[in-house]
């Protein structure tokens, strides 16, 4: 079975505290992406990357900065959490070959207090 | 820019009603693929079904069922004797490229309250 994983289902963090949300594919998949889903804005792409060491800004990348330095990883930084990115976080990943589908992981809910 | 469009936010039905939840998209490109993802309770999302531009054959999966029609921007999907396990938030989502960089872009989602 295909399998994302990420690093937390729940998480609560203080405002200005710096934050890593972690996400794993075991697919080789070489792209990997970074949602948020609020209700009523459905999901919003923050950051993607197509590539190792690659990255692109998504819809809404204001706050974010990612790193992805294997191929299998893509981590998103919070640099200063902040109240309005509370959220919950979808991480996914997809083939740049074959038969193109999103895989997701089970999300993380992140709360910054 | 693409543009995913449900225009239902929420749908209360009882069990074994068909319904029928909305999409609409967007797009320049003439090679596309579009998505159903469904999204229970638990939180994860589940892929339905990948649609390319070129085909406009309906698609049929158990009670499942999905009507493309290019000529109106549209990719509604059907489900059939409707199940209280089908309650969830069901996504609708559009791809234009098919390299990579590739993004995948997604509706705001319906919620379906399917009651005994």
């Known amino acids: 079975d295909v399998k994302v994983t990420q690093s937390s289902r729940y998480l609560v963090k203080r405002t200005g505290e710096k934050v890593f949300l972690e996400c794993v594919q075991d697919m080789d998949h070489e792209n990997m992406f970074w949602y948020r889903q609020d209700p009523g804005l459905g999901l919003r792409l923050i950051y993607f990357s197509y590539d190792v060491k690659m990255k692109e800004k998504g819809d809404i990348p204001e706050g974010y900065s990612v790193s992805r330095e294997k191929k299998e990883r893509f981590s998103l930084i919070l640099e200063s959490a902040s109240t309005n990115q509370t959220s919950m976080y979808l991480c996914?990943?997809?083939?740049?070959?074959?038969?193109?589908?999103?895989?997701f992981g089970p999300g993380t809910r992140l709360t910054v207090l | 820019a693409q543009k995913v469009t449900q225009a239902q936010t929420e749908i209360s039905v009882v069990e074994k009603e068909d319904v029928t939840l909305d999409c609409v998209y967007e797009t320049r490109d003439t090679t596309y693929y579009l998505f159903w993802y469904k999204q229970p309770p638990s939180g994860e999302l589940v892929f339905l079904i990948r649609?390319?531009?070129?085909?406009?054959q309906n698609e049929i999966s158990g009670r499942y069922s999905w009507n493309f029609q290019k000529s109106t921007s549209s990719f509604n999907f059907t489900i059939t004797a409707s199940q209280v396990v089908d309650s969830a938030v069901y996504f609708c989502?559009?791809?234009?490229?098919?390299?990579?960089?590739?993004?995948?872009?997604f509706g705001k989602g319906i919620t379906l309250s399917v009651r005994p």
């Open positions: 989502a559009l791809s234009e490229k098919t390299g990579a960089n590739s993004k995948l872009t």
């Open positions: 996914a990943s997809s083939s740049t070959w074959g038969r193109r589908v999103w895989f």
């Open positions: 649609r390319n531009s070129f085909d406009e």
